[in-house]
């Protein structure tokens, strides 16, 4: 008999409206996030490693303009892309991350070689690019990453003089499109992924939680692997990923409790929105989100397809 493999993916956080969700977009996100978890699930149930699985998963949720990652990222104050993505995998917590690079196409396999091929866990900007270029990258013109949505989002955030998105134009506007994955392996190894375009109407080189290890990327053989998606500033002081392995590791709490008290305690608290994906070592998945609704599937360990958009499905 195979051992226990699971995977989880989420599509971002945040205010869905249903009310303006036309069954034309729900079908095609829905498509997209079955798409992305069964590429990674193909993965485990051939015997792959658990990083291979997530970063699959994640490379199509960045090819679709839908998610804030990748081809649909959303755009800076200064009308361009600039995306973070991180790696980490559970077995000798190996890890990688790349921050702030603006001719990458999938930004989540950039991260997955700092992590295999470089002597450092964390690239950024020109320097990552320069790396990327050397191993074989080719250069993405900003024009692959335009998409009208997303410069009318950053029209009305500009106007608004706002970061975060708050305009309700399109169901989600008031969502934070980062995607992630999130995987146990047959071979017992925890993997999880994470890449975003960050948040609309950013500046100065603003880099979120997706690119740091510990908060919004985390995986550890036996306890846990954790992606989250939200708004970085608070993600990161409550290093959300780093907390929930922690709680496991240390208090032995279950993952359901431990997911739930850091993104329903002191993250809520302080003003944080958004949630998170997790499995844990026997490939248990959960979903913990304080927003109302978070883009998400999964296919657990009896091979069990769910997609879900609403917190309250
Ligand atoms: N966490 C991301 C960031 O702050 C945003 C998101 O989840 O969409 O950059």
Known sequence: ??????????????????????????????????????????????????????????????????????????????????????????????????????????????????????????????????????????????????????????????????????????????????????????HGNLAAATSTGGITNKKYGRVGDSAVIGSGTYAENGNVAVSTTGMGEYFIRQTVAGDIAARMRYLKQDLVTACDTVINGELKDMGGEGGLIAVDGSGQIHFAMNSSGMYRASIDTSGELSIKIYADE
């Open 1 to 186: 008999m195979s051992k226990p493999f699971s995977i989880a993916i989420h599509g971002g956080a945040g205010t869905i409206v249903r009310e303006q969700m036309t069954a034309e977009l729900k079908s095609a996100i829905l498509a997209a996030l079955e798409a992305s978890v069964q590429a990674g699930h193909r993965i485990l149930q051939q015997g792959g490693d658990a990083l291979d699985a997530t970063v699959a998963a994640v490379e199509v949720l960045e090819d679709s303009p839908l998610f804030n990652a990748g081809k649909g990222s959303v755009f800076t104050h200064k009308e361009i892309v600039e995306m973070d993505a991180s790696v980490m995998h559970g077995k000798e917590k190996d890890a990688g991350a790349i921050a702030g690079v603006r001719h990458i196409k999938n930004p989540v396999c950039l991260a997955r070689d700092v992590m295999r091929k470089s002597d450092h866990v964390f690239l950024i900007g020109e320097g990552a690019e320069e790396f990327a270029f050397e191993n074989g990258y080719d250069y993405t013109e900003q024009d692959y990453f335009y998409t009208d949505r997303r410069y009318e989002q950053l029209q009305t955030m500009k106007e608004k003089g706002a970061f975060a998105l708050s305009e309700s134009k399109f169901p989600d506007d008031r969502k934070f499109g980062t995607v992630g994955a999130v995987a146990l392996d047959q």
